[in-house]
C-alpha cells in the first residue's frame, strides 16, 4: 500500500482542546515497519490506528525547467 520514497498525503484525526478534527499534511515515507509509516519529518504513524483517516499519494506536478527543451517547446493545448 505505501513505497518508501514516495510523498503522500495524510489525513488523520486529532484531539484538541477545542474537540476532534482532521489534520491534513503531506509528507514522505522513509521506512515501513508493518503497519508503521516512518516519515521524513520524524512522525511515526500507525496506519492500522483508529485514528488513521486516509492516505493517498501526492500528485506532482511537473514544472517547465523538468522538461527538456523539445518538450518545453510543445504547445500543451493542441
Aim: glycine letters at 8%.
Amino acid at each position: 500500500m505505501f513505497n518508501i520514497g514516495e510523498k503522500y498525503s495524510f489525513v488523520l484525526i486529532e484531539g484538541t482542546s477545542d474537540g476532534w478534527g482532521e489534520l491534513s499534511f503531506t509528507d514522505i515515507v522513509v521506512d515501513i515497519d508493518g503497519p508503521l509509516l516512518k516519515l521524513e519529518s520524524g512522525r511515526i504513524i500507525n496506519s492500522h490506528s483508529s485514528l488513521f483517516v486516509r492516505a493517498a499519494p501526492a500528485v506532482m506536478l511537473a514544472s517547465a525547467s523538468a522538461l527538456s527543451a523539445d518538450e518545453a517547446a510543445e504547445p500543451l493545448i493542441a
